[in-house]
């Protein structure tokens, strides 16, 4: 299993243990099978988006914290670089906790995207609320309040979503990402 997998699984497992489940109980409640959730926990590679996104809001926890390790901070824009120890603020933000906890009933199920490297870049748009975008694979270039940043596999970005913005492929191979956008 690689490291950020791995680091994905033990953090999902010290959640659970943190909030006084056991393995039996969190997976019945969620309706997994045992064995199909202790795999989870074990090797992190098989858990379904969808699993984590109910897992954040079961236990009022920050999507992204789950998926990257580190709380966002958000006035405008956070970048949290895989592997690069720190994360990168334009602005000072304040603490925003508890994305999926707060807006419980009012964030979008996750939803994936593959843009194509033929692929017209997309429209800038705005909407209300905030959008979190981890890169899963490929490169991603994400334009936002006048700029452009390339996020790599494992890179997200926690943006106030009311600002102009557009993602388009920055390479030769497809852009995967997840998409999370509160309403």
């Known amino acids: 299993m690689n490291e950020e997998l791995r680091e994905l699984a033990l953090r999902i497992s010290g959640l659970r243990d943190a909030c006084g489940y056991t393995q039996e109980e969190l997976a019945e409640e969620l309706g997994i099978e045992l064995s199909v959730y202790q795999d989870y926990e074990e090797n992190g590679k098989n858990i379904p988006i969808s699993v984590i996104y109910e897992i954040a809001n079961k236990f009022g926890v920050d999507f992204n914290e789950i998926m990257t390790g580190t709380r966002a901070k958000l006035d405008t824009y956070h970048i949290i670089r895989c592997g690069k120890g720190k994360s990168v603020d334009r602005y000072p933000g304040y603490g925003f906790k508890d994305l999926a906890h707060r807006y419980v009933g009012k964030i979008m199920q996750p939803l994936l995207v593959t843009l194509d490297p033929s692929d017209k870049p997309a429209d800038l748009v705005s909407h209300s609320g905030q959008e979190f975008n981890y890169v899963l694979s490929g ?29 388009r492929c920055a ?6 990402f997840l998409t999370v956008i509160s309403e």
């Open 139 to 167: 490169r991603v270039a994400i334009s936002f309040d006048g700029e452009e940043f390339i996020l790599e596999p494992g890179d997200s970005i926690y943006f106030n979503s009311t600002y102009l913005h557009g993602q």
């Open 171 to 176: 390479g030769d191979e497809p852009g995967v």
